[in-house]
């Protein structure tokens, strides 16, 4: 190309660095991180004009800028790097052994019949409520921020939590193996483009499902609907029946040929 080498791994480079621009946009859009991005590259192009054209002072001040720059960002911006992080491990399914070798042994599994006749009663009485079931992401950070309870899953418990008067019922109760071991937890609201139907409840469920692999159900004091977020989407007007079957496949459990005294019932 004349007077400007160019070789084929400078177009592989180039073609490399727009994918990954591309796909940092994609996983950001809708959050102000683009934003952010923007008016990093502006002042770093700025500080390369400056420096360019001779100006001591200005490209000394943006200088400094630019050098501490990038760990005040870490710094103020510590929460939605560590989501963005989270985000990028969640969406990568081929890397799932690494979570298994690290994952803690747990023969426990939450047992699913009182979660669904729960929400069933609760989505009968239009009873606003938000499950979460963890799977083997560490939701230790959401614990410490409920109220501890450490109680068996039963579906009068379940129910008492998120009864309207009951001082638990705002906020999410958390399920891990087979007990409920917090309530009033605060979860991250996505910031995800969705539609503006969607409420507070439905927000949080898909942002808790976006950094973790746990199964988030959400009945609606509207419209009494089930919703069940898992992976980033949500899946609205769920039945029990079919909560059930997306709660043995998740969760693994019930896998067992039922015995014919069961069968029988």
């Not at 073609?15 to 950001?28: C, D, S």
């Not at 990568?92 to 729960?118: C, G, H, M, W, Y």
């Not at 950094?211 to 992976?231: M, N």
Request: overall charge positive; some cysteine; glycine content about 6%.
């Amino acid at each position: 190309m004349g007077f400007v080498p160019f070789t084929f791994i400078d177009f592989i480079d180039i073609i490399l660095v727009a994918a990954i621009m591309y796909w940092i946009y994609r996983a950001t859009k809708g959050t102000n991180a683009p934003y952010i991005i923007t008016g990093i590259i502006v002042i770093y192009l700025l500080w390369v004009v400056v420096r360019t054209l001779n100006m001591e002072l200005l490209s000394t001040i943006l200088g400094q800028f630019v050098s501490v720059g990038v760990i005040a960002l870490i710094i103020v911006f510590q929460p939605e790097i560590r989501r963005f992080l989270q985000m990028i491990g969640m969406r990568q399914k081929r890397f799932n052994f690494i979570t298994r070798i690290f994952a803690r042994e747990d023969d426990k599994s939450a047992n699913i019949l009182p979660i669904v006749t729960a929400c069933r009663e609760m989505a009968e009485t239009k009873t606003g409520a938000l499950i979460v079931i963890g799977q083997q992401s560490d939701l230790t950070l959401i614990i410490e921020g409920g109220i501890a309870l450490d109680a068996r899953i039963s579906t009068p418990l379940i129910r008492n939590i998120f009864f309207k008067n009951a001082p638990l019922h705002d906020g999410a109760a958390v399920i891990v193996g087979d007990r409920i071991v917090a309530a009033k937890c605060i979860l991250p609201v996505t910031q995800s483009d969705v539609p503006k139907s969607y409420g507070t409840r439905h927000r949080a469920a898909i942002g808790m499902s976006e950094i973790s692999d746990a199964i988030i159900i959400v009945v609606s004091e509207e419209t009494g609907g089930i919703s069940l977020a898992q992976g980033g989407q949500l899946r609205r007007d769920v039945d029990p029946q079919r909560l059930t079957q997306i709660l043995q496949r998740y969760l693994n459990v019930n896998r067992k040929k039922p015995r014919s005294s069961e069968v029988a019932e």
